[in-house]
DNA sequence: AAGGTACATGGTAACTATTATTATGTCAAT
DNA sequence: ATTGACATAATAATAGTTACCATGTACCTT
């Protein structure tokens, strides 16, 4: 009544990527790696198998932090660091001779385990964007707000970029098939996106970044 | 040009609340006890002001195993520890005198901002449950599947009710509208979920997991 | 060897947790 | 009294993951 596991070819490929891969990588960056052996792959195939394959032991499935799961073959124990900028997941041995433990007493009635110990701070690639871009960085490191424009965003966006100099949110309105209520709404969600600044109060001019959104 | 904090009655009421769990709550864990105040508010109101409020530095937001953010009113400098089959979450504290520091030399190069310690186990009320049920253990931690059944599901299940023997994949064909390819797929799913037994090698029958399932 | 089941796959729908969008509301400062 | 900054409720959209199911393949019995 054994529950048995039958190595597929598609298993084997998967467990020899993430074998030559020492990045820790998540279900999708496996997934692109295997898919240029097995171009006809499910992604599925490759999350339900990563999953089975930790269960049976052969690989460790991390419990690391951000919002993906992340897959390693090296089942020695260790810990790790990683950026909190790029998300890079890498190794740190600790060598043994710091691991810790809990005593009974602290252990709040729980069974305890293990221990899990994660460092994190900046990769050496992440180091050196950083010391280029002072300003921008909050803007940079956000996934996806920032980019990308609704259709009303847009029409407010090219009426500020006709005025030659600031203007104010009812003269946009002039301008475009939209209430001056609304305008005020688009103009407060572009100042968020750094598309729109106001040099006055009530007035408003497209950025740089802005014109760039645009095109 | 400072950013401006506005305390409002929702702020408010959140704030006071995650300092009444002592639970290190998840967003829609803190919604629900909200809402008891404030039945009118939006979990997007909550998700928007956890988040704030952790940025202002009056809550922190914690980075701990499981795949919900949780929220700790603590400000203090304590590990946690959390459980693997509730994924409740507790304080630890190792009292400062371990707390780890990574020599350069084995930092890879990162420029490292800090450590997370954490425990994991099994916390004192799930304890009591593994004792009482050693079986079922995999099925009982099981999040969204193993309830519910599609209408495929559901048709096979009630046959197999209606069978006073264990009977074979064919007969139930016969029962309903299905197809026998159909019906094994849909005998998989079930035994996968525990409503089905297999008492000898071709026979099924329903279990008392199953009948339950139905009503 | 044949038959039949257990296990696997690909494609896609559905789900969970979170974030964005937007009309509207409220407050403070001109 | 306006105007704009900040907030909210409701809902749509998104990312990551998992479930569903038709179909395919490997492994046992007989």
Known sequence: MEKQLRMTHQREVILSELGKCH??????????????KLPRISLATVYRNLEILSEAG???????SGRQKRFDWDLRQHDHIYCVHCHRVDNIDLK???????????SKGYEVSGCRIEF????????????????????MGCKTCG?????KQREVLEALAKCKDA???KDIAAATSLEPKQVSCQI??????????SPARCKYEI????KAALS
Do not use: M
């Open 23 to 36: 990045t820790h990588p998540t279900a999708d960056e496996l997934y692109e790696r295997v898919k240029k």
């Open 96 to 106: 043994g001779k710091k691991r810790l433990s809990l005593p009974a007493r602290e």
């Open 207 to 210: 950025t740089s970044e802005g």
């Open 147 to 151: 980019t990308g424009l609704s259709d």
């Open 120 to 139: 994190f701070g900046l990769c050496p690639g992440c180091r050196k964007i950083q010391q280029k871009t002072r300003k921008g960085e909050e803007k």
């Open 58 to 64: 052969l690989i460790r499935k991390l419990e690391v």
């Open 167 to 169: 203007c104010g949110s």
């Open 188 to 197: 407060t969600a572009l100042k968020k996106k750094g598309y729109v600044a």
